[in-house]
């Protein structure tokens, strides 16, 4: 099986929030709650795809993001490594551009909402980094 390399973006907001948003039930791993992100295409760097997904999922505008962890994980049906990028620098109004449910939380409340196995390393560190 090949590795799929996703571009995963913890996007802050002035208030210290952080954006989730919820994957269509159709999806893999539907039904949870991710960071926005997605797959990145050849030829792309993790933060050029990044900043693409984000226009095109949530209608945000950023130019800049900031490595903040890498990991990999198995899934039975999929491998992912995961490329997580900070975003705190964008301008725009968030937007469900897939018609996905989105909402800012603030870092305690991350752990009411579930998310895919793969992020509880994520979640461990930015919760730790208060
Ligand atoms: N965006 C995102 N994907 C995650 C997270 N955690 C996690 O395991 N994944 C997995 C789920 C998917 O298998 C993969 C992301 O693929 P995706 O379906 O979002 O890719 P995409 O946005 O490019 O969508 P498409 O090409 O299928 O239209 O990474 C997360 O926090 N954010
Ligand atoms: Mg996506």
Redesign the pocket.
Known sequence: MKR?H????VIINSQNQILI?K?HEH???GG????????VEEDETTSEALIR?LK??VNLNTSETTPFMELS?D?PD?Q?F?D?HKVTQFTGAVQGVEGQEVKWVCREDLTDYQ?????QP?LEKIIQQN
């Open positions: 799929i996703v571009a995963v973006g948003a994957r999806l893999h791993q949870k709650w991710e960071f926005p992100g997605g797959k997904e095109e999922e994980f899934y999929k992912v995961l997580i998310f895919p196995e793969a992020n994520i």
